[in-house]
C-alpha cells in the first residue's frame, strides 16, 4: 500500500471510528450517563478533526485520487461527491455548533441540534465510505497534484 492508498484509509477510518462514537455517545446519554456520554463526544469530535487534518494533508502536499471508472458513470460519481462533500461540510458545522451549545452548556438546544447533527453525521460517514470504496477499491484512478504544486506552478 502506498501513500495514495494509505492515506485515504487511515482518514476514512477516522470518520467511521468517529460515527461509531457518535453512536454510543448518543445511547449514553439516553441512558442518561452526561460524563460518558461527553467523553465519548469529545473522542468522536477528535476523531473528525484527525480525519481533516490527514485529509487537508492530503490534498495539499499529496494529491487526491482521481475518477478511474467508466465516463458513463463519472457525472454519477460528481454528483454523488458534491452530495458528500456538501453535507459533510454542513456536519462540521453543525457538529462545532453543537459541541459549542454542549461546553455552554445550554442542553436543551444542543440536545435539538445534536439529533440533527449526529443524524447527518452518520449518513456523512457512510457516504464518506461509499465515495473511499469507489476511488480505492471498485475504480482505482489516477492521482492529482499536490495543492502546494499547483499553486506554486511546480
Known sequence: MDLYTLMPTISTSFIV???ILVAIGWGLII??????????????AVAALLFFIIYVSRTAFVGNTSWGGSDELKVYYQIFLIFHITLAT?????GITTLVLAFREKFSKHRKWGRV????????????????VLLYVL???????????????A
Open 139 to 153: 475504480y482505482p484512478g489516477g492521482h492529482t497534484k499536490p495543492v502546494w504544486d499547483v499553486i506554486l506552478g
Open 117 to 132: 447533527t449526529a443524524t447527518i453525521w452518520f449518513i456523512t460517514a457512510i457516504t464518506g465510505v461509499v465515495v473511499y
Open 17 to 19: 471510528i468517529s460515527a
Open 31 to 44: 441512558k442518561g450517563k452526561r460524563e460518558a456520554h461527553k467523553k465519548v463526544m469529545i473522542l468522536g
Open 90 to 94: 454542513v456536519a462540521a458545522v453543525f
